[in-house]
């Protein structure tokens, strides 16, 4: 790729400056290049290191029942795991799909596969069966190991056509009676009765997990990382939570998310943090009593939850002010200034965005600790990984280094969580991987001082007349006015522009959907954007169509923009529908 100017500001220089990844791979595996496995790095080594009795989960359970797990139950408990799967034929590679809920089983059973040296593959309980028979398929999962209920709920009448799985472990309910499904065993008799396996001595560039992409911009895609990721949770752990064995760590990810995989089990269990699991989903109250009692240090959530929770209010928010949070950090979608600040104010640490996709396994950018912090920004890159802002011009990328200057994110490809392949068979590692960077396919811009502005995906900027606008400026700029809770911004088709954005919004509580409302709307909007960026019309909805992982489904907004056009003749091409998973 052509470059003008070098690609970094002294800043990041500085940052950079002296760090290898080769002093983490030393921390965990002995040597540069030594066996690794992350099922012992994030057990074993702990035990070996006299930590045996110390916490590594604590459970809350949807009822308030609970339990603690020590890293040498979890170390024995997940050898066992290893042993019984090692036994039913696992072999290196192979993958292991897992359907359960955030209760103590997922995350042994995590670990049990990589000593195994199995692949994870977890799924989402919020998938209905097609989603989960395509995961199984183009996983081409081995084993299962499934709830007895998610089981029953989602799979068993597909059983049959799921050709490759050999074996199906189910987890009973504690008081479950009565035979188990034909054809399947139980998980908690045959661990029980195992002996630990020492972990498989795996290498750096084997296989570990997979996880599907969230599906924003089409059909999910199927992403491959190995064992040496664990590098990138272990540096990122420390530089953007500075987590330590003192610290209470809570991620709110769904399982089927690659954020529970990498945050939710590896980065506090290889840092030898407690990681705190709350069984329930997204409960403002819960949330707020959790984090105060559990004395929870360092909290990694979601915008989407984060409006929930503003939805609620700062005085509810502020009666738990006295908490022990640190760190508070936010992944998925942009975080707009106005949140981060609400955290500050209501829970006494600001969030902190971080940007990162399943395909680089690890926080990237991130407004962290020691990077110095800007409200609305993505923050700085990491050290470790390259990062740069490319336009194509005659067909050829080229390396943008002037300021605020808009083009699509690339990364030096070589840090060791990137993924290793997609799964599935595509072309697509081929259209993103060139000349030894990664595209992205995000929109960024780099302000003077290298903080990066998320501008939009590349599939969802809108070319309105000689304007390009990023929906992300106008969503924005919508959420600063009271009335809107949630706003989505996309394009509509339009017969002298090509296209206009039109905005989605769900209100706040006390405020009412209506023409007075819109009409306020569009005007503030025009007062702060300039009537070229600012939304040409606004529809009022409930809730926003969503992905899996919470993220504002765009694509939905879009058909339903294209729909209102009503059989309107000439209308310009429609950007592709792509295919989805047959009832996501
Ligand atoms: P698909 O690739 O299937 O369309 P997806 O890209 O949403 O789905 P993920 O890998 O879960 O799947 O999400 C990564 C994407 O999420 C990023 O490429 C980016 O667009 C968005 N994202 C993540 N963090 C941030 C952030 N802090 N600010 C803005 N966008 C973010
Ligand atoms: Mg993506």
């Keep these: 790729m052509a470059s003008a100017k070098s690609g970094k500001t002294s800043e990041e220089k500085n940052i950079a400056q002296g760090f290898s990844w080769d002093e983490f791979a030393v921390e965990l595996a002995g040597s540069a290049s030594g066996p690794l496995n992350l099922g012992a790095a994030c057990t074993d080594r702990h035990v070996a290191a006299g930590r045996g009795d110390a916490v590594a989960i604590r459970w809350i359970g949807r009822h308030q029942d609970r339990r603690n797990i020590g890293y040498d139950e979890l170390a024995a408990w997940s050898g066992r795991i290893a042993a019984v799967l090692s036994e039913l ?36 309980g919020a998938f209905g069966p097609g989603p989960l028979k395509a995961r199984l398929d183009v996983g081409q999962a081995r ?100 987590l330590t064995e003192a610290d209470v760590f809570w991620c709110t990810a769904d399982p089927g998310w690659v954020t529970s995989t990498a945050y939710g089990v590896i980065a506090p269990l290889v840092c030898g943090a407690t990681l705190l699991v709350d069984e329930a989903d997204v409960e403002p109250r819960r949330w707020y009593g959790i984090l105060h009692d559990e004395k929870v240090t360092a909290w ?63 926080i990237i950018i991130a407004n962290a600790p020691g990077q110095g912090r800007r409200p609305g920004s993505m923050g700085r890159v990491l050290p470790g990984v390259e990062a740069a802002v490319v336009r194509c011009e005659d067909g050829a990328a080229q390396m943008v280094t002037d300021a605020d200057t808009v083009g699509e994110l690339a990364l030096r490809q070589g840090w060791p969580a990137m993924f290793s392949r997609y799964i599935g068979g595509d072309d697509r590692v081929g259209k993103c991987c060139r000349d030894g960077w990664y595209f992205t396919g995000d929109l960024v811009r780099r302000d003077a001082d290298g903080f990066f502005w998320f501008v939009g995906r590349a599939d969802d900027m809108i070319k309105c007349g000689a304007q390009q606008i990023g929906p992300f400026e106008v969503e924005g700029m919508l959420m600063d006015h009271p009335a809107v809770a949630e706003v989505g911004v996309v394009s509509k088709p339009d017969l002298l522009l090509r296209e206009v954005p039109v905005a989605f919004a769900s209100l706040n509580p006390g405020f009412e959907a209506g023409d007075a409302l819109r009409a306020e709307l569009l005007s503030f909007a025009r007062q702060e954007l300039g009537a070229a960026l600012a939304p040409r019309e606004i529809h009022f909805i409930a809730e926003l169509p969503k992905t899996s992982t919470g993220k504002i489904l765009r694509r939905a907004l879009k058909a339903r923009a294209v729909a ?4 309107n003749e000439l209308l310009p091409d429609l950007p592709p529908c792509p295919g989805r998973f047959d009832d996501e």
């Design 89 to 124: 034929g696992l072999g290196h590679g192979d993958s292991v799909a897992v359907l359960l809920d955030r209760v103590p089983e997922l995350y042994a059973s995590a670990l049990g596969i990589w000593k195994a040296a199995g692949v994870y593959c977890p799924l989402s």
């Design 143 to 242: 084993i299962l190991i499934a709830s007895e209920d998610l089981y029953l709920r989602k799979l068993v009448s597909s059983r049959a056509a799921l050709d490759g799985l050999r074996q199906v472990l189910l987890v009973r309910a504690e008081d479950a009676t009565g035979p188990l499904p034909e054809g399947c065993l139980d998980f908690k008799a045959l661990v029980d009765g195992a002996t630990p396996m020492a972990a498989h001595s795996t290498k750096a560039e084997d296989p570990a997990f997979l996880h599907f992409t969230s599906g924003t911009t089409g059909t999910p895609k199927g992403v491959v990382h190995a064992h040496g990721a664990v590098l990138g949770h272990l540096m990122t752990g420390r530089a953007v939570f500075g």
């Design 300 to 362: 990694y959530t979601t915008p989407t939850a984060i409006r929930t929770m503003m939805r609620f209010g700062a005085a509810l928010a502020r009666s738990y002010r006295d908490n022990s949070l640190r760190v508070a950090a936010s992944v998925g979608e942009p975080l707009n200034a106005e949140a981060v600040s609400w955290g500050a104010k209501a829970l006494g640490v600001p969030f902190l965005d971080t940007w990162w996709q399943t395909e680089t396994g690890a």
């Design 564 to 567: 209102e056009l009503d059989g």
